[in-house]
């Protein structure tokens, strides 16, 4: 089986662009977790889809969205870019259900200068 | 709210001795626990998870984690460490009333030749 891949791998913006990251999970996973991870904070989590729908919702502000299409794929989109959005995103997929461990992508690093 | 911690940034040890990566983690109800690992520039990788059952989990790579319910902790170990198990090391908690996957800060782990 394909395991979760993320594109692109590294990215350069510049502060008040935006950015859009793309996920395809495991096949017949349909829950998509997005997360954060800066040396500093750790991972933090973004938001998790299921079923093209928003589960959950982590602290961030508006400016970090997303979405999952019908095949379960995922994006997230971060507009107005700030230097502080310098991370690597890491997108997850799982099957449903609180004992199912998350895959993990290899991540997208973003650098925003 | 349920959460986890990793006491220790950094554990250093020797090829060969045993080695333990500590966690203790805080719910309410029966905890879903897991330990990831990540390598330099990639995503985490799944190692182990406790559900139920027996207190002691075997994972891959040679990984175990024992459960300890009235020291609320579960315990990374593996009996004799290799250099190429250099690693951040992440404990992971499931939140069940927000089926959040809680990630705790991580913990470097050494193995010096």
């Known amino acids: 089986k394909a395991g979760v891949t993320q594109t692109p791998r590294y990215l350069i913006k510049t502060r008040g662009q935006q950015v859009t990251l793309s996920c395809s999970p495991i096949s017949g996973h349909r829950s998509v977790s997005w997360y954060q991870q800066t040396p500093g904070q750790g991972l933090q989590f973004l938001f998790e889809?299921?079923?093209?729908?928003?589960?959950n919702k982590g602290n961030f502000p508006g400016r970090f969205s997303g979405r999952q299409f019908s095949n379960s794929r995922s994006e997230m989109n971060v507009s107005t870019l700030e230097l502080g959005d310098s991370a690597l995103y890491l997108c997850?997929?799982?099957?449903?259900?609180?004992?199912?461990?998350?895959?993990f992508g290899p991540g997208t690093r973003l650098t925003v200068l | 709210a349920q959460s986890v911690a990793q006491p220790e940034d950094q554990v250093n040890v020797a090829e060969g001795n045993p080695l333990t990566v500590k966690c203790t983690y805080s719910?309410?109800?029966?905890?879903?626990l897991f330990w990831y690992v990540q390598y330099p520039n990639r995503g985490l990788q799944f190692l182990l998870k406790?559900?139920?059952?027996?207190?002691l989990v075997k994972g891959s790579y040679g990984f175990e984690a024992e459960f300890n319910k009235s020291q609320t902790s579960f315990h990374l170990k593996k009996p004799s460490a290799l250099v190429s198990d250099s690693a951040l090391y992440f404990c992971?908690?499931?939140?069940?009333?927000?089926?959040?996957?809680?990630f705790g800060t991580g913990t470097r782990l050494q193995v010096f030749p």
């Open positions: 406790y559900i139920t059952g027996d207190n």
């Open positions: 992971a908690v499931r939140d069940l009333l927000t089926d959040k996957l809680i």
């Open positions: 719910v309410s109800g029966n905890p879903y």
């Open positions: 889809y299921f079923s093209e729908t928003q589960r």
């Open positions: 997850a997929s799982s099957l449903r259900g609180p004992y199912n461990e998350q895959f």
